[in-house]
């Protein structure tokens, strides 16, 4: 597609429950990456996947937290047993480069707004 | 650990200034710093890449400058404009990993 693609834009779930973030990356791009940006701050790394392979997932913030790329195109970020601290705005950003060393710009989707009650 | 740190927090214009914004890190080697922008209830978009050779780069009214030794990276936006307004982002890369460290961000508002 012409860029990341993220569905759904918001997501409502009461807590304790279940929810699965999609991103559609650009395609042909090897590199993908999820990041958490709270209200007022920066994004803040959670995982990188280059192709199917999950290389870094040092800034998953718990095991609730789960994150998939099984055929190196679409990547599902899984958050089990929500709570309140959760809710935030998900990002998703894909690269043509392996990894950042390669000095390709990451390039992001609009977010994932999730809001736990 | 890198850090990234973004002066001013917020920064309020007349059009056609020129303006600069400032971001300094913690870690000299890094791979590269980049500059994005996002407007509300949007994602990030990019605007500018330094690779860590490089002293600047420049597109259109922005010209972007690093400087390894100081731990600083400045946005210089010429001719502002109302659309210019928006958050600016920039982020390192930290030079063990993969993920870009990024501030805080300087939210911009350029009045007409």
């Known amino acids: 597609g012409a860029g990341v693609s993220q569905s759904p834009r918001y997501k409502v779930a009461k807590r304790g429950q279940d929810v699965a973030l999609r991103c559609d990356p650009i395609s042909g791009h090897v590199s993908l990456f999820w990041y958490q940006q709270a209200l007022g701050q920066g994004p803040e790394f959670l995982t990188y996947?280059?192709?199917?392979?999950?290389?870094?997932k040092s800034g998953l913030p718990s095991d609730r937290f789960f994150a998939e790329r099984p055929e190196g195109s679409v990547s599902t970020l899984k958050i089990q047993r929500t709570q309140q601290e959760d809710s935030a705005v998900y990002l998703c950003?894909?690269?043509?480069?392996?990894?950042?060393?390669?000095?390709?710009?990451?390039?992001f989707g609009d977010g994932t707004r999730l809001s736990i009650l | 650990k890198q850090e990234v740190t973004q002066i001013p927090a917020a920064l309020s214009v007349p059009e056609g200034e020129n303006l600069v914004l400032n971001c300094s890190f913690t870690d000299s080697a890094i791979y590269n710093l980049q500059w994005f922008r996002q407007d509300p209830g949007k994602g990030l978009t990019s605007l500018l890449l330094?690779?860590?050779?490089?002293r600047e780069q420049t597109s259109g009214r922005l010209n972007a400058s690093l400087d390894k030794s100081s731990g600083r990276s400045t946005l210089y936006i010429a001719a502002s404009q109302p659309g210019d307004s928006a958050t600016y982002l920039c982020a390192g890369a930290d030079q063990a990993g993969t993920a870009l460290i990024f501030g805080k961000g300087t939210t911009l508002s350029v009045s007409s």
């Open positions: 950003a894909s690269s043509g480069g392996s990894g950042v060393g390669s000095n390709q710009p990451q390039h």
């Open positions: 996947f280059q192709n199917e392979a999950q290389l870094d």
């Open positions: 330094i690779q860590s050779s490089q």
